[in-house]
């Protein structure tokens, strides 16, 4: 069995999964507010639950799902917390204090490589390999966040692929192609202190910053895409925007990673029209006669960040 942990801004799930990696033990709790200490024995206590309930070895790893990256700060040995919105884990030795806590093996990853590991195994990849495909041909997904954020994570033959920086999958945070960018819609400053990143373009807010910047007014990513559907031409130019754009910061992952599979997940994940034609338009920048990566929306939802945690483990 697999025991995983997804740590989230608002809620603490705890999974246990068995052998075939069905879904056998779930439990959720409130994320305490503000307190470090109050989060580290919330997860213990979870953990203790589902070893306890499913009479697993105390001893039995533990994979954690967190919102952020491990870093190593300079003249020290521990990895600290670093890039989490949940901002009373920054600067924490998260990953020692479990290890310490818990006297267990404890696997940790972001939250974008869980949910990228999470639909490799046990959501769209699974789905993918019954349909005729074999594992082999999957060999790469890459996992997408179109939400409030813009992220990613790479799974190559079931494992996930964090890097010597902890950063692998982090596309977000690449420069958007200068030819997608209008002069009038330029100098986005993003969170991480750059200009212009993939996600002040590609996120929910990059949407509507988009709308705001072109026709001066405010609207949400949902009305824009509701005023798309029923043709309004401002929405519709804003639209075909966004999409060359995702088309070509995808088309350079795929120069990259050349992935068998991109799985979309995040809020605008769930605008059908994006499947429409998101290949067609990447083609032209693919280094490639053909695009033959397959691009699906994610079937896990909100489940697949304590899925992935719980992949995490082996």
């Known amino acids: 069995m697999k025991l995983g942990i997804d740590l989230g801004g608002t809620k603490i799930e705890a999974i246990v999964l068995d052998s075939k990696g069905v879904d056998i033990w779930r439990k959720r709790v409130a994320t305490p507010g503000g307190k470090y200490e109050e989060v580290l024995t919330a997860i213990c206590q979870l953990v203790a639950d589902a070893k306890q309930e499913n009479e697993l070895d105390l001893s039995s790893p533990v994979g954690i799902g967190t919102p952020g990256a491990l870093t190593l700060e300079s003249n020290s040995n521990i990895a600290v917390m670093k890039n989490c919105n949940s901002t009373v884990l920054n600067g924490r030795p998260l990953l020692n204090d479990l290890i310490e806590r818990l006297c267990c093996t404890v696997h940790m990853a ?67 192609s200068s030819v997608q960018i209008d002069s009038s819609e330029s100098g986005r400053l993003c969170y991480c202190g750059r200009i212009n990143c993939v996600e002040t373009f590609l996120s929910g807010p990059g949407l509507s910053l988009s709308y705001k910047l072109r026709y001066g007014d405010t609207r949400t990513p949902e009305t824009i895409i509701a005023k798309m ?54 083609a032209p920048h693919v280094f490639s006669n053909a695009v033959n990566t397959t691009v699906l929306p994610a079937l896990l939802g909100d489940s697949a960040g304590v899925y992935g945690a719980a992949w995490l483990t082996g």
């Open 110 to 176: 972001n939250d974008a490589n869980c949910f990228a590991l999470a639909e490799a195994l046990s959501g769209q990849g699974k789905e993918f390999a019954l349909k005729g495909a074999t594992m082999a041909t999957a060999e790469t997904v890459f996992g997408v966040i179109l939400g409030t954020g813009v992220g990613g994570g790479i799974v190559v033959n079931g494992k996930v692929l964090q890097g010597i920086n902890s950063i692998a999958g982090e596309w977000g945070h690449n420069p958007m």
């Open 229 to 282: 559907r029923k043709g309004d031409p401002a929405a519709v130019f804003v639209w075909r925007q966004y999409m060359q754009q995702l088309s070509v910061s995808l088309a350079q992952v795929v120069n990259l990673l050349d992935p068998s599979l991109i799985v979309l997940g995040g809020g605008l994940s769930a605008v059908s029209e994006i499947y429409d034609e998101l290949r067609v338009l990447m």
